[in-house]
């Protein structure tokens, strides 16, 4: 497997918790110089001296990516970009019939538009440099099937699986690859509440592999997609779920 990423610059964007600290730590023992994006630079601090201390490559960019104009400036004093993963993500409680404008809003400006900033931004550096790269969006399962009290996030989940589609066509002949991870539940911050509720432990007997994921199953994909491992692979989506996706109706 040519999994090495060394050599390799890597951003990651809602890298201040969850899976995107998560992912800053994987990519940077895999040899990647890793620039973690966040709004919240007091968390980033902490997470560069944890791979400092494990002689790993970091730096902090302060990154709202939901204002375009921010990504643009933040993206624009970058020289070279070989891996992005859009992980920034947010999620909403509601059902549609209780779905205001703002919550519907706001999860696209993260989840869609977001990713989108980012992922053109990169593309112009990737182009630019002339030698490809790996753009990995952070879907999710929701996007794939329906989910309750998640009117807006599903159908964003949904919108970013199309958008990789449409960018790794795009930008193919740029080796520009484009491809999602669609995450199935695995505990964090965003669901903790839920996956330990009646609700969650019903859902976990839905599940055939009878368990919520752990971060850390999302580590071969993201390495796969990251590196030379997946040459010929562009605008796939790896469901990554423990079978979720394909349970019997
Ligand atoms: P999380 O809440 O710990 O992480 C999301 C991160 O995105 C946070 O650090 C948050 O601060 C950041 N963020 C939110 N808005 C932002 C903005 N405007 N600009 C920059 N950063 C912003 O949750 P997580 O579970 O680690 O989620 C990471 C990604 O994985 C999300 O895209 C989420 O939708 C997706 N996902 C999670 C699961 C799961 O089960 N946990 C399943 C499928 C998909």
Known sequence: ???DLSGRTALVTGASSGFGRHFCQLLARSGAEVIAAARRTDLLDSLVADIAAEGGKAQALRLDVADESQVVE???GLEALDIVVNNAGIAGPSRAIDCE?????SIFDV?????FYVSREAARIMRKAGRGGSIINIASI???R???SAAAY???KAAVIHMTKSLAMEWARFGIRVNAIAPGYIETDLNREFLLSPAGEDMKKRIPQRRFGEIADLDGPLLLLASDASAYMTGSVLAVDGGHLASPL
């Open 154 to 156: 599903a159908p964003s």
């Open 101 to 105: 404008g703002d919550e519907w809003r």
């Open 142 to 144: 929701t996007g794939l």
């Open 74 to 76: 933040a993206l624009s």
């Open 111 to 115: 989840n869609v538009n977001g990713a």
């Open 1 to 3: 497997m040519r999994t």
């Open 146 to 148: 329906t989910a309750h």
